[in-house]
T-cell receptor, first 118, second 114 residues
Framework: EAGVAQSPRYKIIEKRQSVAFWCNPI?????LYWYQQILGQGPKLLIQ????????DSQLPKDRFSAERLKGVDSTLKIQPAKLEDSAVYLC????????????????FGPGTRLTVL | AQSVTQLDSHVSVSEGTPVLLRCNYS??????LFWYVQHPNKGLQLLLK??????LVKGINGFEAEFKKSETSFHLTKPSAHMSDAAEYFC????????????FGTGTQLKVEL
């Protein structure tokens, strides 16, 4: 099966500009996640969607970050305006639901978008 | 609250020698634990997972990990390192009822030398 697709792979912008990332999950996966991975750290969950709805956005900086998942398939993550500290790799992941035990619901990750804010 | 601590940020081994990547976890509930690998410019890939069925878990590419509740550890091992194992490895924890939310460690960079 095709994996999680993300674009662009790389993006360089200046601070205060806006940027958007796109994610296409594995076909049939109801759950979609956006993670931020700062250099030298593990990925941190920004937002989790279940179909069209938001399950968890507690760590999303809502003053500048927004995300949507129209029609329960593709998703976009936007940053406006960008700050220097937003430089990171943004990872998208998806999973199907096979039960309450988290280990049954393996998350499949895309290659990520590397954002550099100058 | 849940967290993981990866005790080594960098590990260097010679090809053909054993690999040990250390991970300790903290979870208020019965945890599920994972190891993911990240090769340069590639997505994270699941190596193995612990789901309370068996404490010794075997994964892909010859890796295995042992869940030790008394030590709150989930160390990753491989008997013989290969050059292709050079990558970053993440220990990850979640728990049932946690909405599938993964908490990642800070990662261990594995270097394999000839």
């Amino acid at each position: 099966e095709a994996g999680v697709a993300q674009s662009p792979r790389y993006k360089i912008i200046e601070k205060r500009q806006s940027v958007a990332f796109w994610c296409n999950p594995i076909s049939g996966h109801a759950t979609l996640y956006w993670y931020q991975q700062i250099l030298g750290q593990g990925p941190k969950l920004l937002i989790q969607f279940q179909n069209n709805g938001v399950v968890d956005d507690s760590q999303l900086p809502k003053d500048r970050f927004s995300a949507e998942r129209l029609k329960g398939v593709d998703s976009t993550l936007k940053i406006q305006p960008a700050k220097l500290e937003d430089s990171a790799v943004y990872l998208c992941a998806s999973s199907s639901f096979r039960g309450r035990l988290a280990a049954y619901n393996e998350q499949f990750f895309g290659p990520g978008t590397r954002l550099t804010v100058l | 609250a849940q967290s993981v601590t990866q005790l080594d940020s960098h590990v260097s081994v010679s090809e053909g020698t054993p690999v040990l990547l250390r991970c300790n976890y903290s979870s208020s509930y019965s945890p599920s634990l994972f190891w993911y690998v990240q090769h340069p410019n590639k997505g994270l890939q699941l190596l193995l997972k612990y789901t309370s069925a068996a404490t010794l878990v075997k994964g892909i590419n010859g890796f295995e990990a042992e869940f030790k509740k008394s030590e709150t550890s989930f160390h990753l091992t491989k008997p013989s390192a290969h050059m292709s194992d050079a990558a970053e490895y993440f220990c990850v924890v979640t728990f049932t009822g946690g909405g599938n939310k993964l908490t990642f460690g800070t990662g261990t960079q594995l270097k394999v030398e000839l």
